[in-house]
């Protein structure tokens, strides 16, 4: 490869003169060629790859820089039968070899020019030379204004797309803030709701021990014996209260159950406001580090293509409201959240009020139980004792009136031994004189006197056991008395001396 003025001899201004569509020789392409072999720099597309390579820049048009490849065997003074025609270009010869000497001088009268061809070719090199040398002249200060034109703009481009850089950022570091603050918010929320929850189902809890006294008092009272075990007003207070507690605990439990979704909803909304808040933050130092670029900073490199790619899922509207509904979902959520615990709240002092006065009505009933009990108690006790009296006195009664028929059994055996010893007399000794008689009445008398006396001892015999058998209904009565006032005032009433949970909360 040989070069002349730093490039190959076969370059297409060496090659000879072109004749253009006038007819006139030129070395180069026309103006207008020339003007559509390139195009302004924002719409002239990056080549893939781009070389760094004066013959792809779109200013330096490659017509006048591509090189061709030259045949260094050619001799250059060979003689050109056509001098002026399109095939004797450097190379494309004829392969004709030079002749001899003697035959070319005796061809020199065919072959010579004249002068006038000789000064009009050389008034079309000037021409050409001038028009050229214009062209590349105007070409010299086109590119300088474009290079002008196009690195204002850019740099006006630069400094417009950093500005709008810094307004994202405050955007994005605005909308982080409020998303930040409410998200804050929603943390509290979220801890106070917890609390309220840990606290009903702390009372929910402690609902088991009222249940459980006042189920233990049912069957205490399951205890009672004979007459004693009626459906009295303090059975009926008691599955009064068995049916509130566990009307509460089913309320509590609903309760606990909507707390339990709300806080699912509070955690999603919370969970999406530290998506945001964590997308915008990326977004945030993404964006300071493209603000801070320049183009003297060090990571920046071509990326072909990518201005083609548009990945972008919003627009600055809906990613305003994507935020915004995030926030006001958040805050929804709270109201909704604040009036969940508000309702906690209710139900929590509703229950607690209802158990808590079912509670004293129940040992209200008790008390008034218990002592009509004792009242009935205490008056058995009395009959009892009279009972016990009387049926000492009518022991003794018995006693006397046995004591009355014995004494009965002397007078009747004189008097019948009189009568007999008296039938003994002879003939008309045996006379019923008054003395007879009256040892028949006085038998008579006496034996009245003790049918009497037996009949009036058969009559407290029997009182006897009538006294007896009220003695042992009474005594079993009172038995009974005794095994309900245990129940109801030492099982019952010693377990409900307090109530077994807090009364507010």
Known sequence: METFMGHTQTASYLTGPKFGGSGAPTFLPSISTMQSSYKAYDAYPAPSPLRRSLTTLPWRPSTYYQTAQVNPSTAVTKSLPEPLGYTNQLSELDSIKVPPVFV???????????????????????????????????????????????????VRTQTDVGKRLGERIGDIQLWKTEVNHETDNMITEIATLVEKKRILEKALQETENPLHISQECLYNREKRQQIDLVHDQVERELIKEV?????????????????????????????????????????????????????????????????????????????????????????????????????????????????WSQWN?????????????????NKLQTHLSRVLQETFDMEKNIELLKKAIQDKEAPMQVAQTRLTTRTHRPNVELCRDPVQHRLVEEVAEITGTVENLQAKLRQAENALQHLLRTKSTLEQDLSVKNNSLFIDREKCLGMRKTFPMRSSY
């Open 104 to 154: 070319a001088a005796r061809s020199a009268l065919y072959t010579r020019y004249t002068p006038n061809d000789w000064s009009h070719s050389n008034n079309s090199n000037y021409m050409a030379s001038d028009r050229v040398r214009s062209s590349a002249e105007r070409l010299r200060m086109d590119t300088a204004r474009l290079c002008l034109e196009t690195a204002d703009k850019t």
């Open 361 to 377: 009505g129940v040992n209200v009933g008790f008390n008034q139980r218990v002592q009509e009990t004792n009242e009935t108690r």
């Open 243 to 355: 049916d509130i507690i566990k009307r509460c605990q089913e309320k509590m439990r609903q309760t606990v159950e909507r707390a339990n979704m709300q806080l699912s909803l509070n955690r999603a909304a919370q969970h999406e406001l530290e998506k945001d808040s964590g997308n915008k933050i990326l977004a945030l130092n993404l964006d300071g580090t493209c603000h801070t670029l320049k183009n003297t900073s060090r990571g920046i490199n071509f990326h072909d293509g990518i201005q083609r790619i548009d990945n972008t899922l919003s627009v600055p509207e809906t990613w305003a409201k994507f935020s915004n509904d995030n926030i006001q979902r958040s805050q929804s959520e709270r109201a909704a959240s604040k009036q969940m615990r508000n309702e906690i709240e209710s139900v929590l002092n509703q229950c607690s009020n209802e158990m």
